[in-house]
């Protein structure tokens, strides 16, 4: 592939394991992109992890002859890699699952903005991406004004809902033959793997998941400060014991007692056509449980998707 041309740039497109020396300044440039603290050797370890199980591909600008400094850290970054997204739209196969590329962990130096190196390396990727005959694309958007002028729209919207479970709170009565285990995140994870390739197979607008949603929700791994010794699950399974749901959760403590609430996060389809792509996408909705304790932490999760709009 040839790579973009500018003055004192340098533009490197690879894989994990193709040029193991871009990856720490890469890493790093990520991190620093995002406000984040510096990497570790675990963290690197379960990047890496999800770099080869979904094979990524990277993208990177470096200086050529930086004033300063080594210049192993690039000044912009870049990745992607493809996966499969539910249209509905069954058509001759039966199955709405569709390709779609999914980008992410882009991040532009502020010392290096406004001299086009975002639009050369999405041009690129979405060039590639028609050549592959790849459908859609689909990006998290931290600014999602952004993204506009390369044909990305809103997919879904995000809602927070807070339930008061103290002593007014109670269920509507209900019959359910089936019944709720509680285990350990590393336990349910077969299950919750399970439950979610079945969702991901019958709900337009679910997208597939990468791998990093593995250590995340084992607790192994939280990509924010290491294993999460706090979170806890619980799947149900029915009449029949097949798994059929599952809550991931983290206890929240009281100033005054031990804890009595829990953050969870959850999801409901709510339709929305996104304009010129004929693709519904279900609403993810944050619920939280609480008895006057402090603000909960959230799951890490990937956040709202977008997908090009014509």
């Known amino acids: 592939m040839t790579e973009p041309a500018h003055d004192g740039l340098n533009f490197v497109t ?13 890493y790093e440039a990520q991190q620093r992109g995002f406000h984040q603290g510096r990497t570790s050797e675990e963290l690197r370890q379960h990047f890496g992890e999800h770099l080869r199980a979904d094979d990524v591909v990277l993208r990177g ?7 300063l400094g080594s210049g192993t850290i690039p000044v912009a970054t870049y990745a992607s890699y493809d996966k499969t997204l539910n249209t509905g739209n069954t058509g001759n196969t039966g199955s709405g699952l569709q390709r779609v590329r999914m980008i992410s962990d882009v991040t532009v130096s502020p010392t290096h903005r406004r001299r086009g190196l975002l639009r050369t390396m999405m041009t690129v990727d979405l060039a590639d991406a028609v050549e592959q005959g790849v459908p859609l694309a689909v990006l998290t958007a931290s600014e999602g004004a952004i993204y506009g002028r390369f044909g990305f729209g809103p997919a879904i919207f995000e809602h927070a809902l807070e339930v008061d479970t103290g002593p007014r709170f109670a269920l509507r009565p209900f019959v359910d033959d089936g019944s709720v285990e509680l285990l350990e995140p590393a336990e349910a994870w077969p299950a919750m793997a399970q439950i979610f390739a079945r969702f991901h197979e019958q709900t337009r607008g679910s997208v597939e998941r990468p791998q990093f949603y593995e250590p995340i929700l084992t607790g192994a791994f939280n990509f924010e400060d290491g294993e999460d010794r706090k979170l806890r699950t619980a799947v149900h399974v029915d009449g029949s014991g097949t798994p059929d749901g599952y809550v991931a959760y983290r206890p929240n403590p009281r ?4 804890a009595r609430s829990m953050s969870a996060t959850w999801s409901r389809s709510r339709r929305r056509r996104t304009s010129g792509s004929g693709v519904s996408s279900p609403t993810s909705t944050s619920a939280t449980a609480s008895s006057g304790a402090e603000p909960p932490s959230t799951i890490p999760s990937c956040g709202p ?3 090009p709009t014509g």
């Open 255 to 258: 100033k005054d007692g031990p």
């Open 305 to 307: 998707w977008s997908i």
């Open 14 to 26: 690879f894989r994990a394991d193709d040029k193991p020396e871009r990856l720490d300044g890469w």
């Open 61 to 67: 600008v470096w200086q050529d002859s930086p004033a």
